[in-house]
C-alpha cells in the first residue's frame, strides 16, 4: 500500500507515532501555513521522507509542478490528517484506493471549521474524530469510521483536542487494513442532521455579560492559548483577554463584579 500524507505537523507527527513510516511515499504539506510547514519539513526529513508542498493556485508554475510530483507519487491511498488547504476535486481520483480525511468532529453534525471549539462553544457533551471518504464537498462524504467520546465539564480545546489525537492512530490502523483488503466501508451520511460551522473569527471571541454564566464558561474554555482567547471590554474601555481555564465560580465572580461596574446610574433631581 503506497501511501501519500497530507496533515500540519500535528497530523504527520501522530501518523508517523502511530504507523510509522514504511508504507508513506512522501509527506504532503501546506504553504497557507508558512511556520507549520517548517515543522512538517523537520518531520520529513526526520523519516526520510519527501515532501511535497502544496502552493497556491495562483502560482500557476509551481502549481503545475506540484499536480506532476503528487501524480508521479502513485498512490493508492491519500490519508488527509489536519491539513489547511483543500484538495482539488480532480486529485481525489488519483489514489487507486481512495482519498480519505480524518476530521475532529462527529459528523454530520459537526462539518466544517474549527469544531473543536465549536463543540465547546455549544457546551456538547460529546465530541469524537470522524474518518471519512474525500468528495467534492466540505466534510460531505461517506463515513469509514467513528469513535465518539464524552466532553468533560472541565475540558477545554485543548485537553479535547488532545483526546481527539489519541483516538487517531488506532483509527487509522484499522482503516489502512480495510484499505489494504479492500473492505473499507461507504456509509452516507444523513444530511438532515447535517450543520456546517464557520472558521471563527477573532471577534468572536468577545464576551457578552448578559449571557448565562455557563454560556460564558463555554466560550472561555473553547479559546484557551494557543487560540486567542475569549475577551471583553472593560469601562476605559480596554479590551481585556483571557486565554487560560477560568473554573465556573471564577466565571460567575468575573460577571458579577462586571454588571455591578457597568450598572446604569440611578439619577434623582431634585426640583430647585
Not at 9 to 18: P, R, S
Not at 207 to 235: C, E, K, M
Request: a positive charge; proline letters at 6%.
Amino acid at each position: 500500500m503506497r501511501i501519500l500524507l497530507w496533515g500540519n505537523h500535528l497530523g504527520v507527527q501522530g501518523y508517523l507515532e502511530a504507523l510509522g513510516k514504511d508504507e508513506l511515499v512522501g509527506v504532503v504539506a501546506a504553504a497557507n501555513r508558512p511556520d507549520d510547514l517548517k515543522r512538517v519539513a523537520r518531520l520529513a526529513q526526520s523519516a526520510e521522507l519527501p515532501l511535497l508542498v502544496q502552493p497556491y493556485r495562483r502560482d500557476a508554475q509551481s502549481f503545475r509542478r506540484f499536480e506532476n510530483a503528487v501524480r508521479t507519487a502513485a498512490a493508492d491511498l491519500f490519508v488527509v490528517n489536519a491539513y489547511s488547504m483543500l484538495l482539488n476535486n480532480d486529485w481525489l481520483a488519483w489514489p487507486t484506493v481512495a482519498a480519505l480525511n480524518v476530521h475532529a468532529g462527529l459528523l454530520p453534525e459537526y462539518r466544517g471549521a474549527n469544531v473543536i471549539n465549536w463543540a465547546l462553544v455549544n457546551g456538547e457533551r460529546k465530541s469524537g474524530v470522524t474518518i471519512h471518504h474525500l468528495d467534492a464537498g466540505i466534510d460531505t462524504g461517506d463515513l469509514v469510521l467513528q469513535r465518539p467520546i464524552e466532553i468533560q465539564f472541565e475540558d477545554t480545546a485543548v485537553s479535547l483536542r488532545d483526546k481527539l489525537l489519541n483516538l487517531i492512530g488506532p483509527m487509522l490502523r484499522v482503516v489502512i487494513s480495510q484499505a489494504r483488503s479492500g473492505t473499507l466501508p461507504r456509509m452516507p451520511q444523513d444530511a438532515r442532521r447535517a450543520r456546517h460551522w464557520p472558521r471563527r473569527r477573532a471577534e468572536d471571541g468577545r464576551i457578552d455579560f448578559s449571557w448565562t454564566t455557563p454560556r460564558i464558561y463555554n466560550l472561555i474554555r473553547a479559546l484557551v492559548a494557543p487560540w486567542p482567547g475569549a475577551f471583553y471590554v472593560d469601562r476605559l474601555g480596554r479590551q481585556v483577554v483571557i486565554d487560560r481555564f477560568m473554573p465556573i465560580d471564577e466565571v460567575r465572580t468575573l460577571q458579577q463584579t462586571f454588571r455591578e461596574h457597568h450598572a446604569p446610574i440611578d439619577r434623582c433631581d431634585t426640583p430647585a
